[in-house]
């Protein structure tokens, strides 16, 4: 935990990555709201998600927009700082696709799509991964979560091993 503190002390102590860190959490929240209500509106992402919006489901938004805002200020930082351009990218896609496979409709088009190419998968694939999305959404949130609280322990892990390296050869950072 005194990791992430750190790394969060040393990005968040530069103005930019503080607005970055508060308009990316906006935009991530904006969408989170809008698509995390998917379930109840058949699919539909869009105004009509507001009316369906719930308590869990707020939390839930705030959580994700808190925790991915976060880490895209991690990984940008580290990105500006040489910090494995690499390693970054990946933390970068692992920490945005995640949730939004398990929180939009995507897996179920994309399984449909599947379904209508391959013989061997009925064409109700589409109709059951979502069925089965429905029915366990709250642990898929979870697990989105735990996995969005990973993404942030790697980057944070990477980033405080990059710093000290940096202090130790006496470079200057950004």
Known sequence: MSMIYQA???VFSKKRYRILGIISMLIFLALYLFSLPATYTGGRIGLVSLRFLNPVLIIF???FAVLLSINVSFTI???HNKGGKTATAGGFLASVITPFLCCTPILPVVFSFLGGFIPLLSASTGNAVQAFIALH???LFI???VLLIF???QNSKALTAHQSCAITKGGQND
Request: proline letters at 0%.
């Open 151 to 153: 993404a942030l322990y």
């Open 137 to 139: 959404e709250f642990w």
């Open 77 to 79: 930082f580290s990105y």
């Open 143 to 145: 697990a989105a979560a």
């Open 61 to 63: 938004s705030i959580l």
């Open 8 to 10: 969060f002390i040393i």
